[in-house]
């Protein structure tokens, strides 16, 4: 996989371990399948970082698929030998499969699932990573922690440095900050594997230290909000995003939801407070200076051991789906993916408002915009 990135100015140090320790996380979780014991990525950077450092020019990142070297004769570039290629007779419900092979009109799947896999989430997290440093420069992290999998969830508000430390555990098995719950969870993705089922679940993704005025309401396509939703959604499984509390929102009164303003100096960024954050740190399509708390929900697994009802392509008879090696649970990892998107998506919305060049120019900027905040 090839993965550009543009626009990031010049002098941004590069921690190429950093990067591939991103990518190492997106590969771990209880309830993963054969190819994560293959794959062990890193990120090669072919262009836009010289010395250490960003130079101003397209980041290219080049990220192997180890697991290639097995479908040489089966998935070849050229023609090859039809009688080794590897089919995928019945499309798998959930899946691209169908619609994919009637939009491009192949006579089977092999070629749809191939690119509409998670697998592609690999590339989003090493230039995510890259994100991830820029907005570090300006004092913003970005973490996940894992709300539910299965009917197994945890119902309290994490705060950050629970989830910072969850994060420096260094070891992932569900990435949930509750001990108990996180057993739970375990228990909902052993009983998964035992009965050839699969399990999705909820992530959040907490933004930390992200300064009011991010996104704007003055066009319907420059919300935060909406742009934060449309990177969520286009990550494989994630079928519905939640900002702040805004599914339980729905259902409450206004009083029990806004949250009220009070106003301490020395605070943080202008000094104005809050008392609770069911806003998720966006108020009209603009950060509010709260942190950001944006969920994804995410369907379960669609390749089922136990596979559902399908057709042959071919005979078009009534059979069992097709079954490819397969995760059963994939919430932390959808996290760490859900990460990266938000950290590509806050970096843009920052280098919209405050430019620049270089990261000097980069961070006069940025100061100066929190010197008239703190004026305010
Ligand atoms: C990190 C990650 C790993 C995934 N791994 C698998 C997998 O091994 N098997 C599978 O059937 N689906 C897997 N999925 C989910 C599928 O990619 C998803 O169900 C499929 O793309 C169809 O969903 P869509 O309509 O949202 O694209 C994974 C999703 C993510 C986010």
Redesign the pocket.
């Known amino acids: 996989m090839v993965a550009f990135l543009s626009g990031l100015p010049a002098g941004l140090s590069i921690d190429q371990s950093f990067v591939d320790g991103e990518l190492w996380r997106?590969q771990q979780g209880y309830g993963?399948?054969g190819?994560?014991k293959i794959e062990r990525d890193a990120a090669r950077i072919l262009s836009g970082v010289r010395q250490g450092k960003t130079i101003g020019s397209p980041i290219a990142v080049l990220l192997e698929n180890k697991d290639w070297k097995n479908w040489q004769e089966s998935l070849p570039v050229q023609e090859g030998d039809a009688n080794k290629h590897k089919r995928v007779a019945s499309p798998?419900p959930?899946?691209?499969d169908l619609a994919g092979v009637l939009k491009y009109n192949f006579p089977e799947a092999r070629y749809v699932l191939e690119r509409?896999?998670?697998?592609e989430?690999a590339a989003r997290v090493a230039v995510g990573a890259i994100a991830k440093l820029f907005l570090r420069e300006l004092g913003i992290d970005v973490l996940s922690h894992i709300i539910s999998v299965g009917a197994e969830a945890i119902s309290e508000e994490v705060p950050w440095q629970q989830i910072a430390a969850l994060h420096s555990r260094g070891e992932v098995m569900l990435n949930c900050a509750d001990a108990d719950a996180e057993q739970r969870m375990k228990k909902e993705v052993d009983q998964a594997l035992k009965t050839g089922d699969?399990v999705g679940g909820v992530f959040e993704v907490v933004a930390h230290c992200v300064p009011p005025g991010l996104g704007t309401y003055a066009q319907w396509d420059e919300r935060l909000d909406a742009r934060l939703a449309a990177a969520l959604m286009s990550?494989?499984?994630?079928?519905a995003v939640e900002i702040g509390s805004g599914i339980t929102a729905a259902a409450s009164p206004g009083s029990a939801v806004h949250d009220e303003i009070s106003y301490h100096r020395p605070g943080s960024f202008a000094g104005f407070t809050r008392s609770r954050n069911n806003a998720g740190g966006i108020e009209g399509g603009i950060s509010n200076g709260e942190e950001i708390r944006v969920r994804g929900y995410?369907?379960?697994?669609?390749?089922?051991r136990r596979p559902l009802q399908s057709v042959d392509f071919a005979t078009r008879e009534v059979v069992k789906a097709a079954y490819?090696?397969?995760?059963?649970c994939?919430v932390p990892?959808?996290g760490?993916?859900?990460e990266a998107m938000v950290a590509l998506t806050l970096a843009g919305c920052a280098l919209e408002k405050f430019g620049g060049d270089s990261m000097s120019e980069t961070l006069r900027n940025f100061n100066g915009y929190l010197e008239q905040l703190r004026n305010y």
């Open positions: 997106r993963r399948g190819r994560m798998r959930g899946h691209a509409a896999s998670a697998r989430s699969s990550l494989q499984a994630v079928k995410l369907k379960p697994i669609s390749t089922l490819e090696r397969s995760d059963v994939v990892a959808a760490v993916a859900a």
